[in-house]
């Protein structure tokens, strides 16, 4: 098992930028395959962004394309998404995940581990 703790939210206005951090303690960090996910009000929680655990496979939801980017620092036990140009279609309460051995990067059911989130609220 591996704790996660999410930071970095709050309320920021259109066009403003955020960088939301994963802190990891427990089992080794670089194990984990890691993804950020968020939920809207009334909405399904989708995944945003997903990172392998070396760093060098990322995937991006097309929604955020250009504007987020997703990092590890191993050595930190860290998970970062820095977040540019947001939108109040951005605003969630955002979640950083991890998974052991992911059929897929999307899919909230191959993550075994969960932040309590952090919320994101971007005002027009």
């Known amino acids: 098992q591996v704790h996660l703790v999410e930071s970095g939210g709050g309320l920021v206005q259109a066009g403003g930028s955020l960088r939301l951090s994963c802190a990891a303690s427990?089992?080794?960090?670089?194990?984990?395959?890691m993804g950020w996910f968020r939920q809207a009000p009334g909405k399904e929680r989708e995944v945003v962004a997903a990172i392998n655990r070396s760093g060098g496979n990322i995937y991006y939801t097309d929604s955020v394309k250009g504007r987020f980017t997703i990092s590890r620092d191993n050595a930190k036990n860290t998970l970062y998404l820095q977040m540019n140009s947001l939108k109040p279609e951005d605003t969630a309460v955002y979640y950083c995940?991890?998974?052991?051995?992911?059929?897929?990067?999307?899919?909230?059911?191959?993550?075994?581990?969960w932040g309590q989130g952090t919320q994101v609220t971007v005002s027009s």
């Open positions: 427990g089992r080794t960090f670089s194990s984990y395959y």
């Open positions: 995940a991890a998974a052991t051995a992911p059929a897929t990067r999307t899919r909230q059911s191959d993550y075994d581990n």
